[in-house]
Structure formats: C-alpha cells, structure tokens
C-alpha cells in the first residue's frame, strides 16, 4: 500500500517561509517523479512543483523564484522549501506520486493559510 504524508502546514504572515515534507512508503521512491499541488476553495487543483527521478525541477510561473522543490531518497521524501509567501498562496497543498502502470498517489494534504 502506497502511503504519502505531508506535513508543515500552518499559519504565517505574508513574507514569511515554511517547508512542507512529504514522506512516501510502499513504493520504490527514487525512481519515481515527484509533485506539489494545491487547492484552493472553489479552484482547480494547480501544479506547483515538480522534480523527476534525475532531480530536474519545474515550477509554476507565481513561484518561481520562491519555492524550492527538492528529494532525499535516502529519507524517501521530498520537501517544498516556500519563501516570501503571499495571501495568494493560500490552499490546501498536496503530494503526488506519479508511478508507471498504476497511476498516481495522492497525499491527504495540508493547510497552508498566509495573512495579509
């Protein structure tokens, strides 16, 4: 059984950071491409990060330059380092393993609320 858990979430003022992990099991972590998502109220879930089994990385264009998506396969898990946060950056944010043959997996997710 596949299991993603994202942990990090919280509260922070506009400017501020966190870094949100997202720890894999049941699965062969290192070979497999990794993503950030998030949902905001009454939105489309959006891509934010990406980065592929050889560590190359994509972002949305309203983050690049203040996220850092990044692995560690020894930890089986892949963080999202977010920098000078804005109200806007505000949804539930979400793991995603994408896997050959059976789909993608889904973390549960967690809140990421920035105030004005």
């Known amino acids: 059984q596949v299991q993603l858990v994202e942990s990090g979430g919280g509260l922070v003022q506009a400017g501020g950071s966190l870094r949100l992990s997202c720890a894999v099991s049941?699965?062969?972590?290192?070979?497999?491409?990794m993503g950030w998502y998030r949902q905001a109220p009454g939105k489309q879930r959006e891509l934010v990060a990406a980065?592929?089994?050889?560590?190359?990385?994509n972002y949305a264009d309203s983050v690049k330059g203040r996220f850092t998506i990044s692995r560690d396969n020894a930890k089986n898990t892949v963080y999202l380092q977010m920098n000078s946060l804005k109200p806007e950056d505000t949804a539930v944010y979400y793991c995603?393993?994408?896997?050959?043959?059976?789909?993608?997996?889904w973390g549960q997710g967690t809140q990421v609320t920035v105030s004005s």
């Open positions: 995603r393993q994408s896997t050959p043959y059976y789909g993608d997996y």
């Open positions: 049941g699965s062969i972590f290192s070979i497999n491409a």
């Open positions: 980065i592929t089994s050889g560590g190359s990385t």
